[in-house]
């Protein structure tokens, strides 16, 4: 099984390097040939705005939104990915393409500026102990529909959730060298 | 609990940053349009680098107003400048709340033996560098990215090219020596054994490096790509050009596809005017930005 890391702008390498960390054969996904050879893509942290427009013209937007449609891909988004897949972003610039996969409202920035990124400690639902969360003007998710799991939040709002085989963390595990969190995305697209 | 600006959140910040065009503005107006054009942040400044090497003077950080404007304007992150070792121009930046603060040879040094203690802000700096040894010192003073400082204002990428071969060689270098070798490497450079000990083991600069100071098209973009940068700063490049929108759509396009003669040669067609630019021959010493704070 081979998971995809999409390798637009953003920190894909850390990504591509705690898969194979988990033991498993990681590729960086910039065109259609290489993501029809994935059953799973981790979207990256990055610029929401640079990686959509980005995906749009490149066409990876459209085969991306049906094949979790017909269900042969799993997604996993941390931070500016998490902004792509929600259906629905509160504060987001008119016009940018995003994916709208999962059926969550979210809030960009929404802890602040730069200044106000952070490191914490939190729980997952998942797992017994708690998971280091680094967060980097990251955002919230404000609103989840009914067939969302809520996995993790924080005082300010949830910061990780499930739909079916969509996983999203405001969050950046791929900044620690906790590998739970993409161990649990192996394991959503093993379920495929 | 929370624990702010530590290392990794800023370090972190110029990681999500890896694989974008960074650009320089000067109005609100410029701004949106790097922001459409798929920039991932944008530096806020009063004049760019070819006008502040026209004006000459003493060139100093950027109104607050400007900077403020700007950051109401954009919803990417907005970076700004401050003087080398101008530890208050800093601690306006950090108040603003701008996002980045690069300590730039760009505007003038207020201090020409020391730079800012980086550490002691939550706000993340970037660096310019000529070197391995120049970068390491900067990082050791808490720089959180690197950039080559390349020379700034010209439209000539050959400084940067320079800059940026040099560091990658130097770290060849470093990943083949042995320990004692590594500690003359090290006394030499100016910096400690264990920084020079972390780039042997993961075989590159401990913080993120951009290429900077000179690059005025896709193509030079690509170049710097390929020769190892992890992401692009525009200065005078795309505000200076004839079509600034088209031009900096295109640097955005050819600095993700940097592998793609097909793309590259699709997006460089037809951008009209370039910024004329400068050779580096002409420039008398006291013009060459790249010497301040090394």
Known sequence: ?192 | MKEQGTFRVKKGMAQMQKGGVIMDVTTVEQAKIAEDAGAVAVMALERVPADIRAAGGVARMADPVMIKQIMEAVTIPVMAKVRIGHIAEAQVMEELGVDYIDESEVLTPADEQYHINKHLFKVPFVCGARDLGEALRRISEGAAMIRTKGEPGTGNVVEAVRHMRKVMDQIRQVVGKADDELVVMAKEMGVSVEMLEEVRKEGRLPVVNFAAGGVASPADAALMMQLGSDGIFVGSGIFKADNPQKVAEAIVKATMHYNDPKLLTEVSKGLGQAMPGLEMATLTDSDRMQERGI
């Open chain 1, 1 to 192: 099984m081979k998971i995809g890391v999409l390798s637009v702008q953003g920190a894909v390498s850390e990504h591509l390097k705690m898969l194979r960390l988990c033991g498993i054969e990681a590729l960086p996904v910039r065109e259609q040939n290489s993501l029809s050879k994935v059953k799973g893509l981790i979207i990256p942290g990055g610029e929401s705005t640079t990686i959509g427009k980005l995906i749009e013209e490149a066409g990876l937007a459209r085969t991306i939104k049906e094949r979790t449609r017909n269900g042969s891909l799993a997604v996993f988004g941390t931070c500016a990915g998490m902004v792509l897949m929600a259906g629905e972003v509160s504060d987001g610039l008119e016009n940018q393409p995003r994916l709208e996969l999962m059926n969550i409202k979210v809030k960009r920035n929404a802890f602040g500026r730069q200044r106000e990124s952070f490191e914490t400690n939190l729980e997952f639902n998942a797992f017994k102990k708690p998971l280091p969360g680094v967060f980097i003007r990251s955002p919230i998710i404000e609103e989840a529909g009914e067939e969302v799991d809520i996995l993790a939040s924080l005082p300010e709002g949830a910061v990780a959730a499930r739909q079916g085989s969509m996983l999203t963390t405001a969050f950046h595990p791929e900044l620690t060298d906790d590998l739970r969190v993409h161990q649990y995305f192996i394991a959503i697209c093993k379920e495929l």
